[in-house]
C-alpha cells in the first residue's frame, strides 16, 4: 500500500498522512490548528472558536504578547503546552486548559 507523506506545520517532518501524531515535535494536529478546548479544527487567524466561543488568541505565559493559541508562541517560540500531570495520560495540552482533553483530570497551572 502506498502511503504518502505530508510535512507536520510545527516541524516541517514528512510524516504518515493518517499519523495520529509527528512522532518529530509529538503535536497531535501536525496538519492543522485545533481549538485547545474542543479540538475542533481551527484556522490560523479566526479570532474565536465558531464550535465553542473561545478565544483564539491569548497573551503569552513567558512573554506576555498576544499569540494564537499553536504549540510555541509565535513572538517568543517559547511552547504554549503543558503535560497532563496524569501519569496514565501523558498527553500534552494547551496551558489554559483547565481540564485535561484526554482524560478529563484536572490541570495544575504552570509555576514557575
Ligand atoms: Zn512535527
Ligand atoms: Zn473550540
Ligand atoms: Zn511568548
Ligand atoms: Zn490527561
Known sequence: MASYKQPCIHCGTYIDRDARFCPACQSSSPFGYL???CLRPI???QPICSACGRSLYVPCPACGKQTFVQEKCEQCGGTLM???QNPRCDVLQFFENQKCTACGKKIKPIKK
Open 35 to 37: 481549538c485547545p478546548a
Open 43 to 45: 484556522e490560523k487567524g
Open 82 to 84: 503543558i503535560r497532563c
